[in-house]
């Protein structure tokens, strides 16, 4: 071996090393993330069923079955129910006319899509109370058709579907946008029409980011607090989704309680992840397949 | 079914992708547009398939005017350059969709099952009704793509690069059986290609195009023999161009190195385009055209030598016999026994076939061919 074979031999171990690391230092660098995860997600999660148990089972189970707490969670499923079918409708309307048509006012309307992302949620709540409030210029007039909407569930939806809107469409963008539209040109060159194509085409191929917008947009209609908040007037029994019912028994010193409907929304989230890992699972073979065209 | 296209034009932000177009493919006829990239090949077809709609001009199926009519209901089956298969869907529902979307008189779905493996053994694909696209090699795709054009009984058939992505050989056997397909159908079918000997091969017409606009349309004898522009000249075929100078009745290049005939070509500058078949290495003693070899290389049986000649060593390719031994710096001396003249008119370019040579004695068929015609 000469000289110079020996110096690019030594370079590229060199190299090797750069790129992939010891064990030493991947075992650390899993320790450190798992500790991460341990401490900002699992702890939190636990810390809320251990303290909805702190006083006993039968707390819990009180807390749960009393009557504000199911009109609550009644509540809370009617409005995302109502949110995300809207937003369903919305995301993919919006999703479609960005991606699959050139017109003015395109990167606006991009913009105005994450305003809900951009503007903090109580922000948000007080912008409806401006619009549709007794002192704005909308306010007589629903008097009048005797129209409730502030501090009633149609306040409490139209501000879930504002939050929520953003989630569906930012998911389907960009995998609209990368896909094209050259599946359409095709489905409609061999005379398919504007349904059939979107139903048999363009949805197919987007189900997955589809799916994903959904369990987020319905996760956070379920667990929208500021913007609701404003809007709704804080009615038990009538106006409170969980997460505020959730604020009035904190503070009504009832932590027990309290943690024990936390619970309950932390359940609905779990279920909503459990849901979809289990959808990817079932479902891999057909995703790997399309991932690899 | 005949598609007339009538002074169309494209543009795409102030860049014209087809200027001014008028071309006509006749009924049952296989056409193939030929061009560079970015020559406006794929605008052309996504016209007249009704994906793009024109800034100006009109598309005619049969003196209909086509954008009266839904792009679903014009009949044009679209093979597109990426294939566009629906990648969630099996090969077999690929290629049954056109025939699952038709409005009037939908086929039952046995006789859907019936039609698609009728077409599947037509592409060669039969047995793969079940995989995914993204289980298909490349070329499987790009017949799907066709089968799933082809179950329409389009009347129009339109081919972007159909056998764009293949390896040599594939393309070879793909071209003859596209060749067969259409014989058999009769579908009038315009594709488009890169590749100069794919669609001399295949076509029963050739269209050049350049910058957006048809250069020539011809049959395939028609483009390699009489180039009517000098940019057809270099696309099809290989060639020399020499800068000449046109003055009575003669082209020439310094005072006498090249002195050609030209006929009734204005004076003033020109081009002088050559194909190796035209350069004959003379090996008799007679007259001809000194040069310096400065390479050599073997194609075939020939050997294609390449020769520097004149002041400014204009560079000349032409074939020599492989057993006559030809070295480097060699000189040596040529005869021109065919080409073309392109003068630089002010409407477009004049052209002359030339006539005769500096060389008087032709002792080949191919250049008395040139001065008969
Ligand atoms: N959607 C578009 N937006 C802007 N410019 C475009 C668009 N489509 C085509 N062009 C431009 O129009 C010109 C012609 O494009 P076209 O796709 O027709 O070329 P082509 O002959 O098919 O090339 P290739 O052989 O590379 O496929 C190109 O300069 C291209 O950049
Ligand atoms: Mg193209």
Known sequence: MTEAEKSVMATRRRQKQAVGEGPLTRAALIAVALAFLGIMLIAPLLVVFAEAFSRGAGVFFDALVAPHTMSALQLTLLVAAIAVPANLVFGIAAAWAITKFDFKGKAFLLTLIDLPFAVSPVVSGLIFVLLFGANSALGPWLDEMNIKILFAVPGIVIATIFITFPFIARELIPLMEQQGSSEEEAAVSLGAGGWRTFFLVTLPNVKWGLLYGVLLCNARAMGEFGAVSVVSGHIRGQTNTLPLHIEILYHDNKAAAAFAVASLLAMLALVTLAVKTVLEARFAGSLAAQRRH | ??????????????????????????????????????????????????????????????????????????????????????????????????????????????????????????????????????????????????????????????????????????????????????????????????????????????????????????????????????????????????????????????????????????????????????????????????????????????????????????????????????????????????????????????????????????????AEGWIDR
């Not at chain 2, 001009?57 to 086509?66: C, E, L, M, P």
């Not at chain 2, 794919?198 to 049959?219: P, Y």
């Open chain 2, 1 to 366: 079914m005949q598609v007339r296209v009538t002074n169309v034009s494209k543009n795409y932000a102030g860049m014209a992708a087809l200027a001014d177009v008028s071309l006509t493919v006749g009924s049952g006829e296989l056409v193939a547009l030929l061009g560079p990239s970015g020559s406006g090949k794929t605008t052309l077809l996504r016209t007249i398939a009704g994906l793009e709609t024109p800034d100006s001009g009109v598309v005619y199926f049969n003196d209909r005017d086509a954008s009266e009519s839904r792009i679903q209901d014009r009949g044009v089956g679209f093979v597109f350059q990426h294939y566009a298969l629906f990648k969630h869907m099996r090969v077999m529902d690929n290629i049954a969709f056109g025939l699952r979307a038709r409005k009037k008189n939908r086929p039952k779905e046995a006789d859907v099952k019936l039609k698609v493996m009728e077409l599947l053994d037509l592409v060669q694909l039969s047995g793969l009704e079940k995989r995914f696209p993204s289980q298909l090699s490349g070329g499987q795709r790009q017949r799907v793509a066709l089968a799933r054009a082809l179950a329409i009984e389009p009347s129009v058939l339109l081919l972007d690069e159909p056998f764009g992505a293949l390896d040599a050989r594939v393309r070879k056997d793909l071209r003859r059986w596209l060749r067969e397909i259409h014989d058999r159908t009769g579908h009038t079918t315009l594709f488009v290609t890169h590749d100069q000997e794919e669609a001399l091969e295949l076509a029963d017409r050739v269209v050049v195009m350049n910058k957006g606009q048809i250069e020539q349309s011809a049959t395939p004898d028609e483009i390699y023999d009489t180039p009517a522009t000098p940019f057809v000249f270099s696309f099809i075929g290989e060639s020399s161009v020499i800068p000449v100078v046109v003055g009575n009745g003669r082209a020439t290049l310094d005072e006498r190195v090249i002195d050609l005939e030209v006929g009734v070509l204005a004076d003033g500058p020109a081009k002088l385009f050559l194909r190796p078949e035209d350069v004959a290495m003379v090996t008799d003693g007679g007259p001809g055209i000194p040069g310096l070899v400065v390479s050599t290389r073997r194609i075939g049986g020939m050997r294609r030598v390449t020769m520097e000649c004149g002041l400014a060593r204009h560079r000349i390719e032409f074939d020599a016999p492989a057993e006559i031994d030809i070295h480097n710096s060699q000189r040596l001396q040529v005869r021109i026994t065919g080409g073309r003249v392109y003068g630089d008119g002010e409407e477009g370019y004049a052209t002359e076939k030339l006539a005769s040579s500096d060389t008087a004695d032709f002792k080949w068929a191919r």
